[in-house]
């Protein structure tokens, strides 16, 4: 029977069927303060042709799925979390749309409001199989794959992900669309989105390998907290000791660093966008650098 929880025995029946060549998602963080829409078209194949698989999606009102073009039944494809998939082809597309959820409890998508001013501040928290509460997956990290992120928000927000921040397309109506770059292959719980009123500071990291775009983020609210001096600082010599002991690049486009609130742990290694509590700030000036030291 379908369940919430994949079985061992589960999963490995299914990674050896599908190969998942892409992931395209979009997010629409304007349809209201409860729910979000979201629309996911995976393209995978299938090493055997008329076998039958599932996807996961957990929580959702789904609207529409189709399966190579064929419109599936919601009430009896849809159960316990899971997508039934049957009569795969060799190469396949499945697109479902649905509404979700926000979270206040950590898991998949979280929605802050801060009491200090009524800013918005949402993040994602994927590990280890809650993407599927955002977005429509084969979750299970032997079944990686490359994601595109298009994510739609008010225009004056900030928004984040995987991939380096595109410019966002004005849509009018006090609305933008974040188009993002293809990522590198990897698994679904360490894709990641963060969007809201964040207090946004870019810096770079000049290595022996090159440059690295770095940024930190954090709310409104806890501007005064954020001494970036420090964290640049901290950030620059971890990049530095792991160069001269691997001698190896680091992998990826970006990184950026995001203090977020009522996070439940301390942080979350999402490739290129690494989420932490923002109780971890330190106390304005604790360990401020003298002008000498300071980047130009």
Known sequence: MPGTNLTRDEAATRAALPDVTSY???????TGDKTFASTTT????????GAETFADLDGAAVRSITLNGRALDIASAYVDSRIALDDLQAANTLVVTADLPYSNTGEGLHRFVDPADDRVYLYSQFEVPDA?????TFEQPDLKSVFTFNVTAPSHWKVVSTAPTPEPKDLGDGKAVWNFPVTERMSTYVTAVVAGEYHEVLDTYE???GTIPLGHYCRQSMVEHMDTDVLVELTVQSFEFF???FDFPYP???YDQLYVPEYNMGAMENVGCVTLRDEYLPAPGSRARSSSSAPP
Do not use: P, W
């Open 132 to 136: 599927r509460r955002v977005f429509t």
């Open 24 to 30: 395209a998602i979009d997010l629409d963080l304007t």
């Open 42 to 49: 995976i393209s995978f194949t299938s090493r055997e042709v």
């Open 243 to 245: 160069e001269e002991k």
């Open 207 to 209: 290595g022996k390998f």
């Open 252 to 254: 990826f486009h970006k």
